[in-house]
């Protein structure tokens, strides 16, 4: 799937949504469904599904009710997630978790709650599903004839109406689900943790085999994220923002990439590099440990300016309203 490197993934309902607009040209699924275990299923986004659903999500069903991770990139295939929990259990959808703001992960908020369910994430959320995606989509695509159309949409994307800060644990019945922020992504990222199965659903903390959108990361929290994430759940199943389910394994893995991805250009910066020059020298030992992993040619030339960016104190992080 063709789509400008400046939208890659970061603003996945803007090709996404230019894509509705025609129909399929293949028989492709926007998205397929992985039974991680008993009564937890995880929504992959289907790279030949022309569109795609944009990211992954998932969800929970429990004795009384299901709790849905994300709502991907647009409103049908939030729809068709709905449709697919339907032929699985008719308990109502009590919540809807958004694991952080990117518009990948949003878009389709409002089908559920129109559905009866709540919308819970964290507290920067709130505030940034409009204000972030909206500023993130003008500095990408001020100048592309569909942006008033998308900024509208995005504009209309439904905010949690329920957030916390640190923690929060809901009930389905007996089944237990601990919703945990973690520091790193974007600053608004949290994890949903069903300890009866030893399942995580990480949003995009963890991209399994694949370069992550670090726009408005910082990677140092981040690292330490996934120390505690691999040290504290070790023998759970991962389902991540992007990519197949993992093991604790591939979140170690995704780790070593932002690790090497920091030394490397920390040792260019060191060696008196200017900002231009640290891409040449970084590249090359990217390309030969990670060039395999998926959104490689999109997103690791981004990579490389936003750290350089990050280590220099010059990256633009979002801070939460005041």
Do not use: C
Not at 51 to 67: E, K, L, M, T, Y
Not at 84 to 107: G, M, Q, W
Not at 159 to 188: A, M
Not at 208 to 232: E, G, K, Q, Y
């Amino acid at each position: 799937m063709s789509r400008p490197a400046s939208l890659f993934l970061l603003l996945a309902s803007v090709t996404t949504l230019v894509g509705a607009a025609t129909p399929r040209q293949e028989p492709e699924r926007p998205f397929l469904l992985v039974n991680v275990a008993p009564n937890i299923w995880a929504a992959i986004d289907n790279p030949k599904a022309n569109p795609s659903s944009g990211a992954n999500a998932g969800f929970v069903i429990g004795d009384d009710g299901v709790v849905v991770i994300d709502t991907f990139a647009d409103a049908a295939s939030a729809s068709e997630l709905l449709r697919e929990i339907r032929t699985r259990t008719n308990l109502p959808v009590k919540f809807v978790v958004n694991s952080h703001y990117h518009a990948d992960h949003v878009a389709g908020n409002r089908v559920f709650m129109d559905a009866g369910a709540v919308v819970v994430a964290h507290s920067n959320v709130r505030d940034w599903i409009h204000t972030e995606n909206v500023r993130m989509l003008t500095e990408a695509a001020a100048n592309q004839p569909v942006y008033q159309e998308l900024r509208a949409r995005m504009e209309a994307f439904a905010p949690p109406s329920l957030v916390f800060d640190d923690s929060v644990t809901v009930y389905l019945g007996s089944r237990e689900i601990r919703l945990r922020s973690f520091p790193g992504h974007t600053g608004g990222d949290v994890a949903v943790v069903i300890p009866d199965v030893k399942v995580m659903f990480t949003g995009d903390l963890f991209w399994r085999h694949s370069i992550p959108n670090t726009i408005d990361a910082s990677t140092r929290p981040w690292i330490d994220t996934l120390n505690t994430i691999v040290r504290d759940e070790a023998g759970y199943s991962f389902v991540p923002g992007h990519g197949q389910v993992g093991t604790a394994q591939d979140v170690t893995a995704f780790r070593d990439y932002l690790v090497k991805l920091r030394q490397w250009v920390t040792e260019a910066q060191s060696a008196g590099r200017s900002t231009d020059a640290v891409a040449p020298l970084v590249t090359p030992k990217l390309t030969a440990e990670f060039g395999g992993w998926d959104y490689f040619k999109y997103l690791a030339p981004q990579n490389i300016q936003q750290m350089d960016a990050e280590l220099r104190g010059r990256k633009r992080i979002p801070k939460p309203a005041q």
